[in-house]
């Protein structure tokens, strides 16, 4: 995952306090700090960054949304909301979406809970309906859900649209946990729910 490098706003004043989902969840890739997603960064000492004054300017320029977004009050801090939201540049995101300001990672760390939680599916239409790339990932190979979600018919039927959010959790829980052909699997299931959403979405259309 690459985050969009972004300049200091007035909410990024808000501390990140007990907070390390960036420190974990995120896979780092700068010549000057490499990590896997899921792995805690080796320099976080259990109660904070350990190098945090001379720390790399990947992480010095790292924003989480909670911290960029004013419509996310405070119970979205990732350690309480257990969900990461990553603002990206809009030039990363797929073709059809590259008009929007930008797109929109969201790494789900607290389970079906955080995803029913009151609040997580209305942001997630909210985000649709402005035309807004939304990939969601459980540390695991993403899925955009744009591709499953109709931004009208979700936002008139939260609970189903709860219940396809978790649903689509559980594939991506599965595939991360998993390698070689049952990873392939858990992706080829995660790619008929698309298939199947984009037809019913055609077929909607045209009705």
């Not at 420190?23 to 805690?40: D, M, N, R, W, Y």
């Not at 790292?62 to 990461?84: Q, V, Y």
């Amino acid at each position: 995952m690459k985050p969009q490098r972004t300049k200091s706003t007035p909410l990024a004043k808000r501390e990140c306090g007990p907070c390390r989902a960036c420190c974990q969840e995120l896979k780092i890739a700068a010549p000057e700090l490499k990590k896997k997603a899921g792995v805690l960064c080796r320099h976080h000492t259990g109660s904070g960054c350990g190098i945090y004054a001379g720390r790399p300017l990947v992480c010095r320029e790292f924003l989480c949304g909670w911290r960029l977004f004013e419509e996310l009050g405070d119970d979205w801090r990732p350690d309480l909301s257990g969900a990461l939201i990553v603002k990206r540049a809009a030039a990363d995101m797929p073709k059809q979406f590259r008009g929007a300001e930008y797109g929109i990672s969201i790494v789900v760390t607290g389970g079906e809970a955080a995803i029913r939680r009151p609040g997580f599916a209305e942001y997630i239409v909210s985000l649709l309906k402005r035309g807004i790339a939304v990939n969601m990932s459980a540390a695991s190979p993403s899925t955009l859900l744009n591709h499953h979600l109709e931004p009208e018919a979700a936002g008139r039927n939260l609970e189903a649209t709860r219940n396809t959010l978790a649903r689509l959790y559980r594939m991506l829980k599965a595939a991360r946990w998993k390698r070689g052909p049952m990873m392939l699997w858990h992706l080829y299931r995660l790619e008929v729910e698309r298939q199947k959403a984009l037809m019913e979405k055609r077929l909607s259309k045209n009705s």
